[in-house]
Every structure is written in structure tokens, then in C-alpha cells.
């Protein structure tokens, strides 16, 4: 193991869109400060992947952006930024634009170690922060010290709860793989010679409907016998609904609205709040996506009435595309739904699973929870990451007690893929009449338990959305935030 008696002025977890968006607005401040005034001279950046990449299992061939294209690294922010990119119609040229950033902050002095897996953070006997970190390649373990960390952790793909104790079936994938796995899951389903195939796609957002398109693609192209191929979407709600993108309901994305989600006044308040304009975010879908998908599914009723009405059975060379209103899903292969109307039990087998199901950001705890470090935060390895909550520094003050009940508790949300496959609010949205509360300023830093000293100060990016709002887990603020956290960074406490 290598280690360094010297210490970074900050080092960066992940190098995704949040801290490419930190690299530029921190190569823009050197541009127009004073060194002295912002000294953040020493800076690593690390990345578990060999080299960026954003969402590669879903660049879906015409899947387009749903943000404003001035939403993008720094144009809210600075205008005349040199990372601005004024036109992202597509999420496949957006993903390109990200790649193309990444390497523009490297080349203006940002360093980034790729294929490096942060593996332990702890501290040393002076709190400050110590980061663990292995290099894939080699094995090499490294420890660095710095005076800032700032955790943006990414979501990771949630599943159906009955469904967890097979999610590594290779049948059953989550929509976050599904362009890097379905190409190896469509060779073993056809090579098993079956007359017509049935696929299952669960959830009821944007990234649920663009599969389940995508796969009527796919399957279009294999013979079937006897019978079309078939794509059931198993969703829980009556029907599929068109995101809110009107511009009043979109103003809860704008950067003034953060101010306003910080300052509301009581945990239940945030969560009425974000039960109100979930309808923006989760569990729908785009009304382009959603029309197409209706005129599929309009036109595969045409053609049976007319076959009905003829007497001649219409051809089976196109995919069926089925919506199955039911819920409660149980494990494997088969799945047992309850009608959510007449609750009758129906048991189906498919061919194949994907779960476009939402995510979870719940990462940052983990790693926390796990070193020195979380007895900062009162966390210890017994906390489970659903018991956390974050909440705004002056709740501390107000002394609330948080009471959440289901009724004001927005459940677990489908995929729904705004402007990336979007999470389901898990830390925001805990069940439990006492959460484990975790302080953390307006600027994104957490703050340490009373009594307790942590000389490094850390941040989180992407994970604050019961504090911070619903644009907290979206590409909506990326510029906003980047520069404000870097300006809270250039304060000396």
C-alpha cells in the first residue's frame, strides 16, 4: 500500500456529470480569481470505470432529452463558460457532450484516475479525511489525505423487493443494463427454439416505455410460430401517464426553487411538497413517448377486430405490446400480480425480465457508515441506509421531530427518465417516526454531530432531495450547484 505525507485541497468521488460540473466551475475560478482566494490547488478526482461514461445501458437509438437545452454543466451558471453546450436533442449526443467535457477539464488541469475504486475513507488522528483506493489494474491500494471531500455517488438500479433475492439471474436485468446485456439475453433465450417469446418490463415510467418499444424492435426481427412474440408491461397504476412539463409545474426546477425546498419549514411539509409535484418526474412518461406507445398498442387492436370481423386471422410477425395493471411481483421467472382492481391472482412466465424500476442513491451511506468517519455524522455500521435522513441545518435549530405516515410518503417510484433514469426517493421519503437525522447545509455540506470535530469538510451531490428538491437528482441545477458548492468550497472556516 502507497500513502502520501501530503494532503489534497480536495478530492472528488466519482466523475460523473456533478463533479465534471465541479472540475469546470473549479478551472473557471482559477480563471478569474486570485490564487490565494480560492486555493484549491491539489485535486484528484476518482472513478471506478476505465473511462467516462453516462448511462450507456440506456442510449436507446432516438431516445431524446427532456431538460431545457440550456440545462446543461455550467449555462445557468456562467453563459460564456467554455463547457456550455446550447443544443441536446438527443440523449445519445448529450452522453457525447458529457464525454467531451470530461476531457476538456483534463486537459485544463483537473486529474482524474480512472479504473480506481474507492474502497475506505476513515481519518487520521488531526480529523482529516483519509481516502482508500484501489487501482484495478494493478491491485494497488493508495491512501490520500484531504482537507474536502465530495461524495456524488450516483444511483444504482433499483428492484422490486420480492424480486431481490434473484436480481443476478441472467435472465433479469435492471434498465440501467439494458444496451450492454440484451443482446447476450436475446441469444439465450432464442437459442432455447422457442415458438414465440414473452418479456416482461416492470415499471410504469419514460425508461419502462422505451424498452418495452425498443424490444418490439428487437423481437420483430425473430421468426414466431403459432403465436406473436409478446412484451408485457407490468405497472401498478391503472394506466401510463405523460410527465407534467407545463411551464408552472416546471418552475420547482428551477434554481430559486432549491432556496425555497431548503427553507420550508418541516420535514412533512417537503414531503407534501414532493408528493404535490412528483407527477413532474416519477412513474410517467414523456407525451411523445407516450403517444407512440398508444398508437402500437391502438393499432394492435385494430387489427384484431378486423381480423375478428373478416375471419381471417391477421399475420404474427409483429410483437404484441400488452399493459398488465397488477402489483405485488413475486421472484423469478414468474411473476404473481394481483389485479389491482379486481385483485384476482394471475401467475405469468416469461422468457425474460427488466426492471425499469427506478433508483436508489443510498451509497454515500454506506461508506460512510462503514468508517471513522460516519461517527461524525452519528452513524455507525449497525445504521441501515433507510433509517438516514438528510435534513437542512436549520431544522437543527427548530428542534422538529420528524413523524412521517404513509399518507403523506410518495412510495417507490418507477423509472421515469427525465434527463437521466431518475431515482426513486428512498433516503427522502423513509417510513419511520424516527429517522436517523443527518445535517447538511444549503451550501451541500454535511454537518457534523454535536460535540463531534471532523477537520475535512464533506459534500454530497445527487442524494439531496428531501433538503434540496426534486432537481437535486437531475441534470436540471448541474451548473447551479457546481458553483455553489465550489464557492462554499473556496471559504476558509
Partial sequence: MSSSDSIFDLIGLGFGPANIAIAGAIVETRLVRKADSCPLNQILFIEKHAKFSWHPGMLLPDAKMQISFMKDLATLRSPQSPITF????????????LSWAAQWVQDHGIPVSFATEVVAIDTDADGIVIV??????????????????????GGTGRVPHPMSTVVDHPLIIHSASFLTSIDSIMSTITAKGKDNLRIAVIGSGQSAAEVTLNLRERLAAIPA??????????IRKGALRPSDDTGFANEIFDPSATNDW????????????????????????????????YEVIYGQKVDKDIAK????????ITPLINI?????????????HPNIISRAISTEKYDAVICATGYQRTLWVDLL???????????SPACHPETCRLAPENENTRDTVSSFDESTTPSSHSSSNIS?????????????????????????????????????RIYLQGVEEATHGLSDTLLSILGIRAGEVVDDLCKLD
Avoid: C, W
Fill in 262 to 293: 431548503y427553507s420550508l419549514s418541516s420535514p412533512n411539509t417537503r414531503q407534501m411538497r414532493l408528493r404535490e409535484y412528483k407527477s413532474t418526474n416519477y412513474s410517467v412518461v414523456n407525451p411523445i413517448t407516450l403517444e407512440a406507445l
Fill in 324 to 336: 398488465e395493471t397488477y402489483s405485488h411481483i413475486l421472484a423469478r421467472l414468474y411473476l404473481h
Fill in 420 to 456: 437521466t433514469p431518475p431515482t426513486s426517493p428512498s433516503l427522502s421519503a423513509t417510513q419511520l417516526d424516527h429517522p436517523h437525522k443527518i445535517f447538511i447545509t444549503r451550501g451541500y455540506r454535511l454537518l457534523p454531530s454535536e460535540g463531534q470535530t471532523l477537520k475535512s
Fill in 309 to 316: 370481423r373478416t375471419g381471417v386471422p391477421s399475420d404474427f
Fill in 225 to 234: 410460430k403459432g403465436a406473436p412474440h409478446s412484451i408485457n408491461m407490468v
Fill in 132 to 153: 482508500r483506493s484501489k487501482n484495478l489494474t494493478t491491485g494497488e491500494i493508495t491512501s490520500r489525505r484531504t482537507r474536502n471531500l465530495i461524495i456524488s455517488p
Fill in 86 to 97: 446550447f443544443t441536446i436533442p438527443t440523449r445519445k449526443e448529450y452522453a457525447d457532450y
Fill in 369 to 379: 457508515k462503514e468508517s471513522s468517519v460516519g461517527k461524525a455524522f452519528g452513524l
